[in-house]
């Protein structure tokens, strides 16, 4: 899985950043079979939950949630 933290500060004033989406951008640029998930409150924004580096998580997605737990 790829996991991808929210986007919140995009330099590029453009309607569509960089002329596709940062969805998009990834999307193409991941080479995992499992799932990409997008959006997670983690990394350097408003809302920054931890990941524990080292630790397992568990990760039970569909294709509208999420849930994402330390194992």
Known sequence: ?????EL???RDEEETPF???????IAESAD???????GLPVGHSHRNWPLV??????????DQTATLSLT
Do not use: D
């Open 1 to 5: 899985a790829v996991l991808v933290g």
């Open 8 to 10: 919140t500060l995009l």
């Open 19 to 25: 002329g596709r989406s940062p969805s998009e951008i």
């Open 32 to 38: 995992t079979p499992g799932p990409l998930l997008m």
């Open 53 to 62: 580096l080292g630790a397992l998580h568990e990760i039970e997605a569909t």
